[in-house]
C-alpha cells in the first residue's frame, strides 16, 4: 500500500524559503504514470493546488505560485520536495503530500500524506 509522508519545519520566518518533503513508500515515484503533487489548505479556506511532479521528472506549478514555487525529486530516496520562496503569513496552511496514477491532468488523488502544518511567523 502506498503511503505518504511529509517533512518540513513547522515554523518558517517571513522571506525565508520553505522546504517539504515527501517520502512515498510502497510504491516507487519513478512508476509509469504516477504524479506526485502538493496541496494546501489554509486556516478557514479551501484547498489549493500547488503543482506536481510525474514520474518523468518534469514539474509543473499552479499559476499563482510559479514565481516563487520549484519542485525537485531524488529517486535514491524516493522522496518529492517543494521548495516555496518570499513566505508570508498568508503562506500558512497545513500542506499535503498527494499522488496517484494515470493522466498528470486529473488529478484524481488516490494518495495522501497525513499533512504537515507549516507556521509563518516571525
Known amino acids: 500500500q502506498v503511503q505518504l509522508q511529509e517533512s518540513g519545519p513547522g515554523l518558517v520566518k517571513p522571506s525565508q524559503t520553505l522546504s517539504l518533503a515527501c517520502s512515498v513508500s510502497?510504491?516507487?515515484?519513478?512508476?509509469?504514470?504516477?504524479?506526485w503533487g502538493w496541496i494546501r489548505q489554509p486556516p478557514g479556506k479551501g484547498l489549493e493546488w500547488m503543482g506536481l511532479v510525474p514520474y518523468d521528472g518534469k514539474t509543473y506549478a499552479s499559476p499563482t505560485l510559479m514565481s516563487r514555487i520549484s519542485f525537485s525529486r531524488d529517486p535514491s530516496k524516493n522522496q518529492v520536495s517543494l521548495q516555496l520562496t518570499s513566505v508570508t503569513p498568508d503562506d500558512t496552511a497545513v500542506y499535503y503530500c498527494?499522488?496517484?496514477?494515470?493522466?498528470?491532468?486529473?488529478?484524481?488523488?488516490?494518495?495522501w500524506g497525513q499533512g504537515t502544518q507549516v507556521t509563518v511567523s516571525a
Open positions: 498527494v499522488g496517484w496514477i494515470g493522466s498528470r491532468w486529473t488529478r484524481e488523488f488516490k494518495y
Open positions: 510502497g510504491g516507487s515515484i519513478t512508476t509509469r504514470y504516477s504524479n
